[in-house]
C-alpha cells in the first residue's frame, strides 16, 4: 500500500474542523497516522486568512517565512479525499512536493519530502495580512462559515 506524507497548516491541523471530518476518522481505520510537528524548510511561503471563508491559504514568495505545520501519513484513499477537499481539480489548491523539517517524534531534525496544498498566487492574496500561524479562533470562524455555508 502507498503511503504519502502530507504537511498541514490550517484547518487539517489535530483538533480543528477539517481534522476531525477527514483526518481523525482515518487514523481511527488506520489509513492515516501521524508523524509530528513540522516546519518548512525555507522560508518561502506566505500565509493569509481568506477573509470571506477564513481558510487559510498559502503561496510561495520572494520575501516569505517559514511556515509551521504537521505531517501526517496518509493511504492513496486519504489523499484522494484530500484533493476533493481542496479543491484541486477546481485549482482552488495545488497539490505540490516541498521539503519539510520534522521538529518532534521518532524523526526530529529530519528533512522529509511532504505533499502540500498550496493557493495559486493572486492580487487579491497579495493585498491580505499576513499571519505566522493558523490560530483555534481562526478556525471556530472558519467552522461557522462553513456550517452557514453547507459546503
Avoid at 509530528?36 to 486568512?49: D, I
Avoid at 492513496?76 to 485549482?91: G, H, I, P, Y
Amino acid at each position: 500500500m502507498t503511503k504519502y506524507f502530507v504537511f498541514v497548516y490550517g484547518t487539517l491541523k489535530r483538533g480543528l474542523f477539517n481534522f476531525e471530518t477527514y483526518l481523525k476518522p482515518a487514523i481511527e481505520q488506520g489509513k492515516v497516522s501521524f508523524v509530528g510537528a513540522a516546519r518548512t524548510s525555507h522560508a518561502e511561503f506566505r500565509m493569509v486568512l481568506d477573509n470571506k471563508g477564513f481558510y487559510p491559504c498559502l503561496f510561495r514568495v520572494a520575501d516569505g517565512i517559514h511556515v509551521s505545520g504537521e505531517v501526517f501519513c496518509v493511504d492513496n484513499d486519504t489523499l484522494v479525499a484530500l484533493d476533493r477537499l481542496e479543491q484541486v481539480d477546481k485549482d482552488l489548491y495545488r497539490r505540490e512536493e516541498l521539503d519539510v523539517e520534522l521538529l518532534d517524534g521518532e524523526r526530529k531534525g529530519m528533512t522529509i519530502k511532504s505533499l502540500v496544498y498550496l493557493t495559486p498566487v493572486t492580487e487579491a492574496l497579495l493585498k491580505l495580512e499576513r499571519i505566522a500561524n493558523y490560530e483555534p479562533e481562526m478556525n471556530v470562524k472558519f467552522a461557522n462559515w462553513f456550517r452557514e455555508n453547507e459546503l
